[in-house]
């Protein structure tokens, strides 16, 4: 899955399916795997890909343990304009 999700980002399409890897993000306990599904999401919203449930998922990564994952975090909602999340 970790390499799966590396290859996604690497593709950076924005018909990349965004709510299985938003729920990776919020749910696994392995640092690699979300720190590969925020990788993911990041490139794939700076492709053009939108969904409800990533901008939830990149929300929370904020607040992320794994510096890596706060980084696409705010990088991706960046790209997104999404001003909510500076609060």
Known sequence: VENALLALGYLASPDTPL????????????????NNAAYALQRAVAAGARDPAALAALRGALVDPEPAVRGAAALSLAVLGDGESLD
Not at 23 to 28: A, R, V
């Open 19 to 34: 709510e299985p890897i938003a729920n990776l993000l919020e749910s696994s306990t392995n640092d690699r795997l979300r």
